[in-house]
């Protein structure tokens, strides 16, 4: 176990917003502080040895350099805001980007660090009362629900004898969706399948407008009323309406888990695509039919989640 395990760590509030406290910065010489420490102490042998008084003003003066350096080091991290806005949901074998912006205040901060343990940190130079975001890139996130893991912000300013660093805990984890698998007739997308008089949901004959809902297709959303000033509405039609398609774990095809889980993500983005009304029935329960961003993310989810206490 290794001893950043018992560092302290701030913790993000439920926005994601952080404030580095004097208590919580740890700080060490770098290789090149070791170093000069050593020329430090072999001057002062020196200085002891042949008794020269200038040598001696040399070598309590850079160390008085390098005692302040500890302070502006320590000083240029203490305070820092940041906010971790957290990843958007990315699918298995693309890279999540993790997005942090830092608040600046009345004083410049250059030279600071961001980074995820074990990973390349990200440079930024944070100007006084200005606003910066730095995206950190994860490779290789399998399905499911992933914590972010802890932040190290740092800093070598201003000399680089010194790395001050704290660690920061956020609290928005990452969602990672099935690969997208191959595409596969789904049950109840034949062309010409019907249900019965339409409620609004077909394509053929125009039956009137309606105020724009969340989560409307934007093909049906008519622009043209749009442009005279009549507010959003949707187009509703009165043909014959498309049965909404169940996406079943059972029809779906691949010997494993993550074989049904993939066939049924690709299923889902095609229905989407295609402007249907799905739902999506699975062994821990179902999704009642629907179509949309949000019904899209909802769906997507729980094929992510199967199987996990998330779920």
């Known amino acids: 176990m290794s001893l950043s395990s018992f560092a302290r760590v701030e913790q993000s509030a439920g926005d994601g917003r952080v404030e580095v406290g004097a208590r919580r910065i740890y700080i060490l010489p770098t290789r090149y502080g070791v170093i000069y420490a050593v020329l430090l102490f072999l001057m002062l042998l020196g200085a002891v040895n042949y008794g020269n008084n200038p040598s001696h003003l040399l070598t309590f003066l850079l160390g008085a350099l390098g005692s302040n350096a500890i302070y502006l080091t320590w000083r240029n991290l203490r305070g820092t805001r940041m906010r971790c806005l957290g990843s ?14 830092f608040q600046g205040d009345e004083r410049e901060r250059p030279g600071l660090q961001i980074g995820l343990d074990d990973c390349e940190p990200v440079l930024l130079d944070l100007e006084a009362t200005q606003t910066e975001r730095r995206e950190l890139r994860i490779d290789g996130l399998p399905r499911g629900l992933h914590p972010t893991g802890r932040l190290v912000l ?18 928005q984890p990452m969602l990672v969706y099935p690969r997208p698998g191959e595409r596969w007739n789904v049950p109840g997308t034949e062309a010409g399948t019907r249900d019965g008089e339409g409620d609004g949901g077909g394509t053929e004959d125009f039956a009137g407008l309606r105020r724009y809902l969340p989560g409307d297709q934007p093909s049906r959303i008519d622009w043209k009323s749009y442009a005279r000033d009549r507010g959003l509405n949707t187009r509703l039609f009165s043909s014959h309406a498309l049965a909404p398609v169940w996406l079943d774990w059972e029809d779906a ?5 993550e074989a049904k889980l993939s066939a049924l993500c690709r299923a889902v983005l095609d229905a989407e695509r295609a402007g249907r009304e799905y739902g999506l ?8 039919p629907g179509s949309g961003p949000a019904h899209r993310h909802q769906c997507l989810r729980q094929l992510a989640l199967h199987g996990s206490e998330h779920a």
Do not use: I, K, N
């Open 281 to 288: 029935r699975l062994p821990q329960g179902l999704v009642s």
């Open 253 to 257: 095809p691949g010997a494993g888990v």
């Open 154 to 171: 740092s800093t070598q300013y201003p000399v680089g004898l010194f790395r001050a660093w704290c660690y920061v805990e956020c609290a």
């Open 88 to 101: 958007a949901p990315v699918f298995a074998g693309q890279p999540a980007v993790f997005v942090v912006e």
